[in-house]
């Protein structure tokens, strides 16, 4: 029988489909129509066992007349040997398909992994989470957190996977602060990164917090509450030695008004002119200055609205009462903390004051804010109820039935009060006032 050839195969037409060709050897060929055109499949018939059997040769034009010949001669041989070719190729196709599926399965994983560490949120990535939902809440909008954890924790655990941050990465940014001799911002540090990872905690992106086990006061010492208080006698020091400072006079005037109205430096620094109401010796607090988030009204006694006037004839041209450099904003709120603190270090560091003792007190260091409990105090000894001076303090009550219940103002009683610690600042810094007695210290 002669052979098929490959012009033969090509004359085949659509009407061909079914029909059987023969190429000897009982080599048997099916002509089948698809979508990419006419085919052949190839099948070799053989007995096997006493059975007839047809194992598949490949099909034309995929497969070559040639090879399709070649497949067939290697199963011939096969069976001469004793074995069943289709057995060997039905295993043969088995395995491959096993090991396809185990390919399949193990690119499968490979992307699964892939997709999963893309999903592994980074602690940058959690603290810009964190930051939208928690931060922005805050008074400045996160932005002194933000700005610490810019220069001390992102640039050490930043690019971490958060559930790969262990105790050891937390140590390790604490480390780097108390290397630098600066303990409370260490235990401020941790605050914020155990919040952070709390806030983590809670929606299930970590198991568990890997501050949790580090105890705050092991990190910078143990806390301690301040009572520093000026004594008259030094505020008297402090007014012969601020000269010495080498200040500018604006910074002069936020230590007394400071003292002379019980507030937080850094209210008066983010203080705007509008806030202050000459005429009436009044100055409003908005909520988005004070601590408390609570807008708070202090009634100027005439040592205080006095020292105002005189920052109004410095700083008048600008809506700020402490613009910064570009006159756009207030000055940062800690600028007088530190100018305070390098006046009292002993020794003179570069780019800082020159004057590194000029505002050391016989009582020891001091800061701004105890000018401020400074203030409080001397209210009390002047005969100001304690309820008072928590108002003129703008604290929030303590006691819950009395914050729910409790609503009296006391704007006549802190009016007086202010009026009072005015007069006695008036009293004591008057240079020319030789007989002045000095109240009674007490403890805070």
């Not at 489909?17 to 006419?38: F, M, P």
């Not at 609205?305 to 700020?320: P, Q, V």
């Amino acid at each position: 029988m002669p052979k098929l050839t490959t012009k033969e195969l090509e004359a085949l037409a659509i009407e061909d489909a079914g029909k059987r060709l023969r190429d000897g050897e009982s080599l048997i060929g099916t002509v089948r129509t698809t979508s990419k055109g006419i085919t052949v499949l190839f099948r070799w018939r053989y007995r096997f066992d006493g059975k007839t059997k047809d194992f598949t040769c490949g099909t034309w034009p995929t497969d070559s007349l040639k090879s399709i010949r070649e497949n067939r001669a290697k199963a011939a041989l096969t069976v001469v040997n004793g074995k069943d070719p289709g057995h060997d190729k039905a295993i043969s196709k088995t395995e491959k398909r096993a090991d396809q599926a185990q390919k399949l399965a193990t690119q499968e994983k490979r992307l699964a992994d892939a997709e999963a560490q893309a999903a592994r949120k980074t602690v940058s990535q959690l603290f810009e989470d964190w930051a939208a939902i928690d931060l922005k809440k805050r008074k400045d909008g996160g932005a002194e957190i933000r700005r610490a954890f810019a220069k001390d924790v992102l640039p050490k655990i930043g690019k971490l996977a958060v559930e790969d941050v262990k105790k050891s990465h937390v140590m390790a940014v604490l480390d780097a602060l108390l290397s630098r001799g600066v303990g409370r911002m260490a235990k401020r540090t941790l605050a914020d990164m155990r919040q952070m990872f709390r806030f983590a905690e809670m929606r299930e992106i970590i198991e568990s917090d890997p501050t949790a086990k580090i105890e705050k006061s092991r990190i910078g010492g143990k806390d301690t509450e301040r009572d520093r208080i000026l004594s008259e006698s030094e505020i008297k020091e402090l007014r012969d030695k601020l000269p010495n400072g080498r200040f500018l006079h604006s910074t002069e005037l936020a230590l007394w008004i400071q003292l002379s109205t019980c507030c937080r430096i850094g209210e008066i620094l983010s203080a705007k002119w509008d806030h202050v109401d000459f005429d009436n010796s009044t100055w409003r607090i908005p909520e988005g200055n004070s601590k408390n988030g609570k807008a708070h009204d202090v009634y100027l006694s005439a040592f205080a609205i006095g020292k105002f006037r005189k920052l109004k004839e410095i700083n008048g041209a600008s809506e700020w009462c402490y613009p910064d450099r570009t006159g756009t904003k207030a000055v940062c709120p800690k600028t007088i903390t530190v100018q305070i603190r390098d006046r009292q270090r002993g020794k003179a560091l570069s780019n800082r004051s020159s004057a590194p003792e000029a505002l050391k007190l016989s009582g020891g260091e001091w800061t701004p804010h105890d000018l401020r409990r400074t203030g409080a105090t001397m209210m009390a000894r002047l005969g100001i109820l304690p309820a008072v001076v928590e108002k003129c303090l703008n604290h929030t009550e303590q006691n819950r039935v009395l914050r729910t219940y409790q609503h009296h103002a006391y704007d006549n009683e802190k009016r007086e009060a202010w009026r009072l610690l005015g007069d006695r600042l008036e009293l004591l810094l008057n240079a020319t006032a030789n007989n002045v007695i000095t109240l009674p210290r007490k403890s805070a």
